[in-house]
């Protein structure tokens, strides 16, 4: 196959589409071994051959952003400081999520929350009772049900910052005045419902899975969570899933965008761009359709040039949802990634090309709803 590089990516977006369109779908004959532990993401369930870190904001990352500092969306990482490509948390409003901390750096949390709702009150008498969002309005604390925290709102702009165990969890939402309603019952879905969640506990009441914590609900609220893990056993391999609400085709929009191609597409070319200098695809086809327990959508499976010009594996999986369904019918997507030299630093030997194909695909026959109680 001919390397993609940066001056052919737009060409080629078009190749993937027309590359996956008009093809059967076969059924995944993968099984999932009976050694593998159960996690969930958001509201799906996902299967995991043993231990794993997870990634998470950092200490001085949540500190800084729940000071109101830092950048507007801070990378997570695991817990020995790396990076990890797509974690985002998004349920009923922004979220985010830090790695298990302490009492000591939970204080810090807690005092960077206060010195940022006090900060907010200062520019609201500044600006003589308007918010930035134009509304008249006055600062009002919020409770926090039985979690220590910081919560206040401005007109309908929320702020709160949780403690869920040893874990800490900014959220934010803000919508319009006449929107009021349908935000406090999100403000009180989410603290009435989150609680700690152990790794690879799977809660048997309905609602969402973050890392290292779990939300109840009644099923109905939007999301779009991502987690990613790392392999302990072969550090050079990271598993990230996302499960998100499907979303519904604007109506002067091109249905096709929506596809679970077009997603994947955007995937390798705009999302995952700045990882490497060049991507091929390793099947003749650039994409297979596929059908897996957790719906029907495309896999690909990737060579990586990376910018010092060693060569790494990616296999992706993205499934097209249905927002119309009775049911829930979300948009997935689940990748796993090789980057040997997370590997070799630590004496480790990188899993090979065909054992990422193989773990992707048995990881994506093992993505499924999470049983409805």
Not at 27 to 47: F, I, K
Not at 236 to 259: C, F, H, L, Q
Request: a positive charge.
């Amino acid at each position: 196959m001919t390397i993609l590089n940066a001056q052919a990516k737009l060409a080629h977006r078009f190749l993937f589409a027309v590359c996956s369109a008009g093809l059967g779908f076969g059924a995944s004959a993968v099984e999932v071994p009976p050694s593998w532990r159960t996690e969930c993401v958001g509201r799906t369930l996902l299967q995991l051959p043993g231990e794993v870190d997870v990634a998470a904001l950092s200490a001085t990352d949540f500190r800084e952003y729940a000071a109101g500092n830092g950048d507007a969306y801070p990378r997570s990482k695991f817990p020995d400081g790396q990076y990890a490509f797509g974690p985002m948390q998004s349920f009923m409003g922004l979220m985010l999520v830090s790695q298990p901390e302490g009492e000591p750096r939970r204080r810090e949390f807690r005092q960077a929350a206060e010195g940022r709702k006090a900060a907010d009150l200062r520019r609201l008498k500044a600006n003589h009772g308007i918010t930035p969002r134009g509304q008249r309005a006055n600062l009002e604390t919020l409770e926090t049900a039985r979690h220590a925290g910081v919560a206040w709102r401005m007109g309908s702009h929320y702020s709160a910052y949780i403690e869920v165990g040893r874990g800490a969890l900014w959220w934010g939402v803000s919508g319009r005045p006449e929107e009021m309603a349908v935000l406090e019952k999100y403000y009180r879905t989410l603290i009435n419902g989150v609680q700690p969640r152990a790794l690879f506990t799977v809660p048997s009441a309905p609602g969402v899975c973050l890392p290292h914590m779990f939300i109840g609900d009644d099923g109905t609220n939007p999301r779009s969570i991502s987690v990613a893990y790392r392999l302990r056993e072969h550090p050079d391999i990271t598993v990230w899933m996302e499960d998100r609400n499907a979303r519904v085709v604007d109506k002067n929009g091109n249905p096709s965008a929506y596809s679970a191609a077009a997603r994947a597409d955007f995937f390798w070319m705009q999302d995952y761009a700045g990882n490497y200098q060049s991507v091929r695809s390793l099947w003749q086809e650039l994409y297979k359709e596929v059908t897996v327990p957790a719906g029907r959508g495309v896999e690909s499976f990737v060579a990586l040039k990376r910018k010092d010009g060693t060569e790494d594996y990616g296999y992706l999986l993205s499934v097209r949802g249905e927002p119309n369904a009775k049911d829930d019918r979300p948009d997935l997507m689940m990748y796993v990634i090789r980057d040997a030299a997370y590997a070799r630093a630590k004496g480790v030997a990188p899993i090979s090309r065909e054992g990422v194909l193989e773990l992707g695909k048995t990881i994506a026959a093992g993505m499924r709803p999470l049983p409805a109680k």
